[in-house]
Protein backbone atom coordinates (compact mmCIF):
# COMPACT_ATOMS: atom_id res chain seq x y z
CA UNK A 1 0.00 0.00 0.00
CA UNK A 2 1.59 3.30 -0.95
CA UNK A 3 1.95 5.57 1.90
CA UNK A 4 -0.56 8.71 2.29
CA UNK A 5 1.48 12.30 2.32
CA UNK A 6 2.47 13.76 5.48
CA UNK A 7 0.06 16.47 6.00
CA UNK A 8 1.73 19.23 7.53
CA UNK A 9 0.47 20.62 11.03
CA UNK A 10 2.96 23.71 11.16
CA UNK A 11 0.42 26.33 11.11
CA UNK A 12 0.24 25.76 14.91
CA UNK A 13 -2.99 25.66 16.86
CA UNK A 14 -5.54 25.25 14.01
CA UNK A 15 -3.13 22.50 12.39
CA UNK A 16 -4.41 20.15 15.36
CA UNK A 17 -7.67 20.83 15.47
CA UNK A 18 -8.14 17.56 13.28
CA UNK A 19 -9.35 14.96 15.94
CA UNK A 20 -7.04 12.75 17.19
CA UNK A 21 -4.18 14.70 15.89
CA UNK A 22 -2.98 15.60 19.68
CA UNK A 23 -3.28 12.44 20.60
CA UNK A 24 -1.27 11.02 17.99
CA UNK A 25 1.00 13.66 18.09
CA UNK A 26 1.83 13.15 22.16
CA UNK A 27 1.74 9.05 20.72
CA UNK A 28 4.43 9.50 18.38
CA UNK A 29 6.59 11.93 20.83
CA UNK A 30 6.61 9.25 23.36
CA UNK A 31 7.35 6.13 20.54
CA UNK A 32 10.39 8.77 19.73
CA UNK A 33 11.65 9.13 23.35
CA UNK A 34 11.02 5.93 24.81
CA UNK A 35 10.73 3.42 21.97
CA UNK A 36 8.68 1.47 23.80
CA UNK A 37 8.14 -2.28 22.95
CA UNK A 38 4.43 -2.50 24.34
CA UNK A 39 1.61 -0.08 24.00
CA UNK A 40 0.68 -0.46 27.41
CA UNK A 41 3.05 1.86 29.01
CA UNK A 42 2.28 4.26 26.19
CA UNK A 43 -1.14 4.59 27.35
CA UNK A 44 -1.04 4.85 30.95
CA UNK A 45 1.68 7.77 30.44
CA UNK A 46 -0.54 9.42 28.26
CA UNK A 47 -3.81 8.58 29.81
CA UNK A 48 -5.28 6.34 27.04
CA UNK A 49 -6.69 2.42 26.98
CA UNK A 50 -5.02 0.16 25.49
CA UNK A 51 -7.21 0.03 22.77
CA UNK A 52 -7.03 3.50 22.06
CA UNK A 53 -2.93 3.88 21.74
CA UNK A 54 -3.72 0.85 19.39
CA UNK A 55 -6.01 3.02 17.30
CA UNK A 56 -3.51 6.12 17.34
CA UNK A 57 -0.56 3.40 16.48
CA UNK A 58 -2.32 1.99 13.26
CA UNK A 59 -3.65 5.85 12.08
CA UNK A 60 -0.16 6.96 12.67
CA UNK A 61 1.62 3.56 10.54
CA UNK A 62 -0.89 4.22 7.75
CA UNK A 63 0.06 7.77 6.78
CA UNK A 64 3.68 5.87 7.04
CA UNK A 65 4.90 8.16 10.74
CA UNK A 66 5.59 5.31 12.73
CA UNK A 67 6.65 1.23 12.52
CA UNK A 68 7.97 -1.20 14.84
CA UNK A 69 11.42 -1.95 14.11
CA UNK A 70 13.64 -4.59 16.24
CA UNK A 71 10.51 -5.36 18.20
CA UNK A 72 10.07 -1.42 19.28
CA UNK A 73 7.94 0.88 18.40
CA UNK A 74 9.70 3.98 16.72
CA UNK A 75 8.52 6.83 14.70
CA UNK A 76 9.70 6.76 10.83
CA UNK A 77 12.34 9.20 9.22
CA UNK A 78 8.82 10.92 8.09
CA UNK A 79 7.67 10.49 11.55
CA UNK A 80 10.15 12.16 12.93
CA UNK A 81 9.95 15.03 10.58
CA UNK A 82 6.14 15.26 10.65
CA UNK A 83 6.93 15.81 14.86
CA UNK A 84 10.01 18.20 14.45
CA UNK A 85 7.66 20.47 12.18
CA UNK A 86 4.76 20.05 14.08
CA UNK A 87 6.16 20.61 17.52
CA UNK A 88 8.27 23.70 16.06
CA UNK A 89 5.27 25.06 14.69
CA UNK A 90 3.29 24.80 17.72
CA UNK A 91 5.44 26.28 20.03
CA UNK A 92 5.95 29.68 17.76
CA UNK A 93 2.21 29.60 17.70
CA UNK A 94 1.99 29.79 21.58
CA UNK A 95 4.60 32.46 21.35
CA UNK A 96 3.03 34.66 19.36
CA UNK A 97 -0.48 33.81 20.80
CA UNK A 98 1.05 34.75 24.56
CA UNK A 99 2.53 37.67 23.04
CA UNK A 100 -0.44 39.50 21.90
CA UNK A 101 -1.71 38.65 25.32
CA UNK A 102 -0.89 42.10 26.95
CA UNK A 103 -0.47 41.91 31.16
CA UNK A 104 -1.24 44.90 32.57
CA UNK A 105 0.41 45.56 36.32
CA UNK A 106 -0.39 49.36 36.52
CA UNK A 107 -2.78 51.84 34.49
CA UNK A 108 -3.76 55.68 35.19
CA UNK A 109 -7.39 55.79 36.42
CA UNK A 110 -9.60 58.80 37.80
CA UNK A 111 -9.62 59.29 41.24
CA UNK A 112 -12.93 59.08 42.48
CA UNK A 113 -12.29 60.70 45.79
CA UNK A 114 -8.65 62.08 47.54
CA UNK A 115 -6.59 58.73 47.19
CA UNK A 116 -2.96 58.59 48.72
CA UNK A 117 -0.03 56.62 47.93
CA UNK A 118 -0.31 52.95 48.81
CA UNK A 119 -3.93 53.26 49.37
CA UNK A 120 -5.87 50.04 48.59
CA UNK A 121 -8.54 51.14 45.30
CA UNK A 122 -10.97 48.84 42.99
CA UNK A 123 -10.94 49.65 38.89
CA UNK A 124 -14.48 50.04 37.77
CA UNK A 125 -15.74 52.32 34.62
CA UNK A 126 -17.50 54.97 35.17
CA UNK A 127 -19.23 56.47 32.02
CA UNK A 128 -16.48 54.76 30.35
CA UNK A 129 -14.00 56.13 31.92
CA UNK A 130 -11.62 53.97 34.22
CA UNK A 131 -11.89 54.88 37.39
CA UNK A 132 -10.11 54.03 41.00
CA UNK A 133 -12.38 54.29 44.37
CA UNK A 134 -11.22 53.36 47.49
CA UNK A 135 -10.81 49.96 49.11
CA UNK A 136 -9.65 46.83 47.52
CA UNK A 137 -12.68 44.79 47.39
CA UNK A 138 -13.73 45.35 43.54
CA UNK A 139 -13.16 42.01 40.55
CA UNK A 140 -10.42 44.40 40.06
CA UNK A 141 -8.08 45.81 42.48
CA UNK A 142 -4.98 47.40 42.87
CA UNK A 143 -2.84 49.81 45.11
CA UNK A 144 -2.16 53.47 44.56
CA UNK A 145 1.68 54.55 43.27
CA UNK A 146 0.90 58.52 42.79
CA UNK A 147 -2.10 59.89 44.52
CA UNK A 148 -3.90 63.01 43.78
CA UNK A 149 -7.44 64.90 44.80
CA UNK A 150 -10.68 63.44 43.61
CA UNK A 151 -11.08 63.63 39.77
CA UNK A 152 -7.58 63.59 39.16
CA UNK A 153 -5.02 61.09 37.02
CA UNK A 154 -3.80 58.77 39.79
CA UNK A 155 -0.95 56.02 39.12
CA UNK A 156 -2.29 52.42 40.54
CA UNK A 157 -0.01 49.50 40.71
CA UNK A 158 -0.24 45.66 41.67
CA UNK A 159 -3.10 45.07 39.73
CA UNK A 160 -4.87 42.09 40.18
CA UNK A 161 -8.54 41.13 38.50
CA UNK A 162 -10.36 42.13 36.01
CA UNK A 163 -12.60 45.34 34.78
CA UNK A 164 -16.08 44.18 34.81
CA UNK A 165 -17.64 44.93 31.47
CA UNK A 166 -21.20 44.73 30.54
CA UNK A 167 -22.05 46.50 26.86
CA UNK A 168 -24.70 48.94 26.85
CA UNK A 169 -27.48 48.80 24.24
CA UNK A 170 -27.74 51.54 20.98
CA UNK A 171 -31.19 53.22 21.07
CA UNK A 172 -32.02 54.25 17.68
CA UNK A 173 -34.91 56.50 17.42
CA UNK A 174 -36.21 56.98 13.67
CA UNK A 175 -38.19 60.34 12.28
CA UNK A 176 -40.36 60.32 9.44
CA UNK A 177 -41.00 62.68 6.27
CA UNK A 178 -43.65 63.81 8.43
CA UNK A 179 -42.22 64.08 11.44
CA UNK A 180 -39.49 67.05 9.56
CA UNK A 181 -42.38 69.30 8.90
CA UNK A 182 -44.19 68.74 12.56
CA UNK A 183 -43.23 72.68 14.16
CA UNK A 184 -43.08 70.95 17.53
CA UNK A 185 -40.25 67.95 16.40
CA UNK A 186 -37.31 69.31 18.62
CA UNK A 187 -39.54 69.38 21.69
CA UNK A 188 -40.90 66.05 20.61
CA UNK A 189 -37.21 64.87 20.43
CA UNK A 190 -36.05 66.39 23.20
CA UNK A 191 -38.73 64.70 25.63
CA UNK A 192 -37.48 61.17 23.95
CA UNK A 193 -34.10 61.75 25.04
CA UNK A 194 -32.76 59.85 28.09
CA UNK A 195 -31.55 62.04 30.92
CA UNK A 196 -28.84 59.41 31.81
CA UNK A 197 -25.33 59.88 30.50
CA UNK A 198 -24.91 58.53 27.07
CA UNK A 199 -23.98 59.25 23.38
CA UNK A 200 -26.04 61.64 21.41
CA UNK A 201 -25.60 60.60 17.41
CA UNK A 202 -27.33 61.57 14.51
CA UNK A 203 -27.16 59.94 11.05
CA UNK A 204 -27.77 62.43 7.96
CA UNK A 205 -28.29 66.04 8.02
CA UNK A 206 -32.45 66.11 8.24
CA UNK A 207 -31.61 63.74 11.93
CA UNK A 208 -28.86 65.83 12.56
CA UNK A 209 -30.44 68.94 12.56
CA UNK A 210 -33.57 68.16 14.69
CA UNK A 211 -31.72 66.49 17.03
CA UNK A 212 -28.98 69.75 17.61
CA UNK A 213 -32.22 71.72 18.08
CA UNK A 214 -33.77 69.39 20.86
CA UNK A 215 -30.58 69.62 23.04
CA UNK A 216 -27.34 71.46 24.25
CA UNK A 217 -25.20 67.77 24.75
CA UNK A 218 -22.79 67.39 21.83
CA UNK A 219 -24.04 65.67 18.94
CA UNK A 220 -21.93 62.81 16.93
CA UNK A 221 -22.69 63.09 13.36
CA UNK A 222 -19.47 61.64 11.83
CA UNK A 223 -19.11 57.54 12.32
CA UNK A 224 -21.94 57.22 13.84
CA UNK A 225 -22.30 53.46 14.40
CA UNK A 226 -18.17 53.03 14.70
CA UNK A 227 -18.57 55.81 18.09
CA UNK A 228 -21.77 53.77 19.31
CA UNK A 229 -20.12 50.26 18.58
CA UNK A 230 -17.23 51.32 21.15
CA UNK A 231 -18.92 53.07 23.00
CA UNK A 232 -21.34 50.40 23.67
CA UNK A 233 -18.20 47.88 24.38
CA UNK A 234 -17.14 50.21 27.31
CA UNK A 235 -20.55 50.59 28.70
CA UNK A 236 -21.66 53.37 27.52
CA UNK A 237 -25.05 53.54 25.75
CA UNK A 238 -25.83 55.83 23.08
CA UNK A 239 -29.38 57.45 21.67
CA UNK A 240 -28.94 58.08 17.70
CA UNK A 241 -31.56 60.03 16.05
CA UNK A 242 -32.21 58.88 11.85
CA UNK A 243 -34.42 59.18 9.10
CA UNK A 244 -36.57 55.78 7.94
CA UNK A 245 -34.51 56.12 4.73
CA UNK A 246 -31.16 55.87 6.43
CA UNK A 247 -32.20 53.66 8.97
CA UNK A 248 -31.23 50.26 6.48
CA UNK A 249 -27.42 51.60 6.04
CA UNK A 250 -27.18 52.66 9.39
CA UNK A 251 -27.88 49.63 10.94
CA UNK A 252 -25.86 47.49 7.79
CA UNK A 253 -22.96 50.11 9.37
CA UNK A 254 -22.76 48.21 12.06
CA UNK A 255 -21.33 45.17 10.37
CA UNK A 256 -22.68 41.53 10.61
CA UNK A 257 -19.82 40.02 13.32
CA UNK A 258 -21.34 40.58 16.76
CA UNK A 259 -22.89 44.26 16.39
CA UNK A 260 -23.90 45.70 19.65
CA UNK A 261 -27.52 45.31 20.96
CA UNK A 262 -29.58 47.40 18.72
CA UNK A 263 -33.12 48.84 20.05
CA UNK A 264 -34.99 50.51 17.06
CA UNK A 265 -38.23 52.93 17.66
CA UNK A 266 -39.67 55.30 15.93
CA UNK A 267 -39.88 58.88 17.94
CA UNK A 268 -43.87 59.10 18.38
CA UNK A 269 -43.98 55.68 20.07
CA UNK A 270 -43.44 55.00 23.92
CA UNK A 271 -40.92 52.46 25.07
CA UNK A 272 -43.34 49.96 25.88
CA UNK A 273 -45.27 50.14 22.36
CA UNK A 274 -45.46 46.99 20.94
CA UNK A 275 -43.85 49.15 17.84
CA UNK A 276 -40.17 48.64 19.29
CA UNK A 277 -38.17 46.14 17.37
CA UNK A 278 -34.45 44.46 18.60
CA UNK A 279 -32.06 44.63 16.17
CA UNK A 280 -28.85 42.16 16.83
CA UNK A 281 -27.84 40.95 20.03
Known amino acids: MPKRPVTSSAAGLPGIRRSGSV ?30 ASHSFRQLRRRGLVEVRD ?19 LGADV ?7 HVIRSCR ?36 VRGGPQGSLVDVGELEGIVPLTPAPVSIRTISDADL ?19 FAAEGLEA ?8 DRPVVRFAVAAACREASQIGVPSTVLVTERELPRLVAAFGPVDPPRLNVLPLGRARRDRGSRRVGR
Open 109 to 144: AIATADLGPGEPVSLELVDGLLSARPGGTGPSHGRV
Open 208 to 215: YHALRDAT
Open 181 to 199: DDPRLARRVAEALPRSPGI
Open 71 to 89: GRYRPTVEGIAWLHETLTG
Open 23 to 52: TELLFLFECATLEPTQLRPVAARLGLTVQA
Open 95 to 101: KSRIERL
